[in-house]
């Protein structure tokens, strides 16, 4: 069995990226359990996500893999 992943992220809810994430997943493992911490980081924010996910974890199970996505370079030159 699967361990539970717990995925944030900064994708927002408006467009598909989550739900391309949480498909890849699963198509992966379909047994996978995900929780949605959330999705509304602001964007580029690390610390926004560093403070949600410290804030959350205390809650999670035992062994769950994180999944946190914030990209403070989207959409730069970098």
């Given at each position: 069995?699967?361990?539970?992943?717990?995925?944030?992220?900064?994708?927002?809810?408006?467009?598909?990226?989550?739900?391309?994430?949480?498909?890849?997943?699963?198509?992966?493992?379909?047994?996978?359990?995900?929780?949605?911490?959330?999705?509304?980081?602001?964007?580029?924010?690390?610390?926004?996500?560093?403070?949600?996910?410290?804030?959350?974890?205390?809650y999670?199970?035992?062994?769950?893999?994180?999944?946190?996505?914030?990209?403070p370079?989207?959409?730069t030159?970098?």
């Open positions: 069995m699967s361990r539970p992943v717990a995925f944030l992220s900064d994708y927002g809810s408006v467009d598909e990226f989550v739900g391309v994430c949480k498909g890849v997943m699963l198509g992966r493992a379909p047994d996978l359990s995900i929780i949605d911490l959330t999705h509304e980081i602001p964007p580029h924010d690390i610390r926004a996500g560093a403070l949600t996910l410290v804030r959350a974890v205390q999670l199970p035992e062994g769950v893999v994180v999944l946190a996505v914030v990209d370079g989207v959409g030159d970098r």
